[in-house]
Structure formats: C-alpha cells, structure tokens
T-cell receptor, first 112, second 111 residues
C-alpha cells in the first residue's frame, strides 16, 4: 500500500531532551516535507526536500533540523525541544506538480 | 502576500449543500487544492484545480475559482455525516516546492 509512515504517533518529552520523528514513504517520491499544525494557524511548513541531500527551510524552521540521506526517509530532529514546539506534526511526500502531497497520519508531540 | 484565509467553522444539516470558502493573496498561484482531515488522521487530497480553470466537478464536489477576486470555493452536494471534518485549501506557486495552507474550516453535519 502506498503510504507515508511517521513514528511515533504520540510523544511526550521534557524540555531539552533531543528527539527524532521518523518519516518514510514507499512511493519513490522526490519531494518530502514537514508541517506543523496548530489551532487557528492551519499547517505551516517547517522544512522540505526536493531530493536526496537537498533540503531547504520552510516558513517556521527555527528549532528543527532535517536530513535526507535516502530518498524514502526524511527524519525531523529537535535538538533541544521547547514547550512552544508542542504541536501536531505531519510528514508529506509528493511527485510534484498536480499530484499534491500524500500525508502521514501525524505525530502529536507534547514538550513539558 | 502568502495569506490563505478560511472561516473556521461551518454547520449544515444532512442532505443540504455545504459551501466552504477560501481567499488567497498571491496571484502567481498555479494549482489550488482542497484537502480533508478527519479526526485523528492526516490530510487527504480531495480535489485540485489549475489556475486557468473556472470550475471543476467531481461527483458531489464542485470547485469554483474566481481568479480576479482570488476566491476559491468547495461545494459539497447532499452533505452526509461522514463529510464532517476539517477542510483545508492550499495553493502552490510556479517554482515553489511547498504548499501554503489556509487555517482550515471545521464542517459539522447535523443529522
């Protein structure tokens, strides 16, 4: 089944403890992206990647890192999480153009 | 101008039509999308329209685009309780590799 898989689905962590949210797609898509969803703000892009080893900042990149060492994986790294990074995170992938993005099921992160 | 705006809430009775509206500010938008988010799930692509089109119909869904007013709407005919969800409009632009999303409209269908 064609899908974008994120892990974990839920995560509660403490301020400053490094964490990684994994994202994997099995559709051989070139484009991958991370979004965060906050009430009243819709989805805001954190980082995106156009291909292996090619990444760029989105609208809200501060406090996040990404890597794209393989086409299928695009992990999101929070080196020192803070409470304002409590949010619902979505990974998405796309062939580009008309196809739009296929989204993962989301990761709900709480930083205390 | 990257703002994409939607009203936050809409309630309709089962069987009625729903119209969800969206305004955007960037005239370079090339594709416009509607996504649906059901509770606890990711976003599912419902439909899209290219910026040189005025209308697109797909079963119960009708998308209208007024490029002059930068206004996009999604009409759902014969709305069912299973249509209750958050609906996002999104725009992409030539040469851009990201989608700009609206705030989402929470549609509640009353039985």
């Amino acid at each position: 089944e064609a899908q974008v898989t994120q892990n974990p689905r839920y995560l509660i962590t403490v301020t400053g403890k490094k964490l990684t949210v994994t994202c994997s797609q099995n559709m051989n898509h070139e484009y991958m992206s991370w979004y965060r969803q906050d009430p009243g703000l819709g989805l805001r892009q954190i980082y995106y990647s156009m291909n292996v080893e090619v990444t760029d900042k989105g609208d809200v990149p501060e406090g996040y890192k990404v890597s794209r060492k393989e086409k299928r994986n695009f992990p999101l790294i929070l080196e020192s999480p803070s409470p304002n990074q409590t949010s619902l995170y979505f990974c998405a992938s796309s062939l580009g153009g008309l196809s739009g993005y296929t989204f993962g099921s989301g990761t709900r992160l709480t930083v205390v | 101008g990257e703002d994409v705006e939607q009203s936050l809430f809409l309630s309709v009775r089962e069987g009625d039509s729903s119209v969800i509206n969206c305004t955007y500010t960037d005239s370079s938008s090339t594709y416009l999308y509607w996504y649906k988010q059901e509770p606890g799930a990711g976003l599912q692509l419902l439909t899209y329209i290219f910026s040189n089109m005025d209308m697109k119909q797909d079963q119960r869904l009708t998308v209208l685009l007024n490029k002059k007013d930068k206004h996009l709407s999604l009409r759902i005919a014969d709305t069912q309780t299973g249509d209750s969800a958050i609906y996002f409009c999104a725009e992409s632009r030539t040469g851009a590799n990201n989608l700009f999303f609206g705030t989402g409209t929470r549609l509640t269908v009353i039985p």
